[in-house]
């Protein structure tokens, strides 16, 4: 829901008399202020960002924003990642922060270049196969 649909259903709530035994008014007033928290930090992030709009001079490296095609050297099974900003995660689309070890280990790196980092599942190492940037 949407800040000002939150408050006209809180605002509701309210007009329902007893608000100490009221919870849709406690549930409601929750929601207001996680809408509230997420508001303040995101604002307080905009001061702080800084958008990345074209593709580095060396396009054979990894860096901020690059598709990342990599080879697990010890199953062949080939995987792809793009590094992104840290408010920009995910996972099912395989994108992976910037801040990840994975991608630490990745930046500055070329093709056929192996990197070996630790994940929760173990240390991996991988070669990298492909390195690509949005036009």
Do not use: H
Request: net charge neutral; with cysteine.
């Amino acid at each position: 829901m949407r800040r000002p649909e939150v408050v006209k259903a809180l605002a509701a709530a309210a007009a329902e008399g007893d608000r100490s035994e009221n919870a849709e008014y406690t549930y409601r007033k929750k929601q207001l202020g996680e809408i509230d928290r997420r508001v303040r930090y995101l604002s307080k992030r905009l001061e702080a960002l800084k958008v990345v709009d074209a593709a580095p001079a060396d396009r054979e490296a990894v860096f901020f924003g690059a598709a990342v095609e990599l080879e697990n050297v010890a199953s062949g099974e080939c995987v792809c990642y793009r590094i992104v900003g840290p408010d920009e995660t995910d996972a099912a689309r395989g994108w992976i922060s910037i801040d990840a070890p994975l991608a630490r280990a990745l930046l500055k790196k070329r093709i056929d270049d192996e990197v070996q980092v630790q994940l929760p599942g173990g240390l991996v190492r991988y070669v990298i196969v492909d390195v690509r940037y949005p036009d």
